[in-house]
């Protein structure tokens, strides 16, 4: 069955650090993007970051960081000076964007893991 494997999600403090990992489980993502999004309650789903062969999309800038291991086939998304409003449902996903860089549009994304919790506290 294909699925994602995340992990990564956690509790921090203010101002403290977490990496995101993404996995996929039975099948390979050659030419796929991967794009983080997250979505706290109430509120809608909300594009972070995008990586693919074409280049990387970052709407949370100077502070997230996604990358890539190609060699572990898993993709990362670091997170550095986390504050209370970056506390959400954090979900990875594999679009196709076969003639451009990937975007943050929700419906390009086809496969999507299960979601991992952050919370930052203040």
């Known amino acids: 069955q294909l699925h994602f494997v995340e992990s990564g999600g956690g509790m921090v403090h203010t101002g403290g650090s977490l990496r995101l990992s993404c996995a996929p489980s039975?099948?390979?993502?050659?030419?796929?993007?991967i794009g983080w999004f997250r979505q706290d309650p109430g509120k809608d789903l909300e594009g972070v970051s995008c990586i693919d062969d074409h280049g990387t999309i970052d709407s949370v800038q100077g502070r997230f960081t996604i990358s890539r291991d190609n060699a572990k086939n898993t993709w990362y998304l670091q997170m550095n000076s986390l504050k209370p409003e970056d506390t959400a449902v954090y979900y990875c996903a594999a679009g196709s964007f076969p003639d451009s860089t990937c975007s943050l549009t929700q419906g390009r994304y086809v496969f999507w893991g299960q979601g991992t919790q952050v919370i930052v506290y203040s």
């Open positions: 039975g099948f390979t993502l050659d030419h796929y993007a």
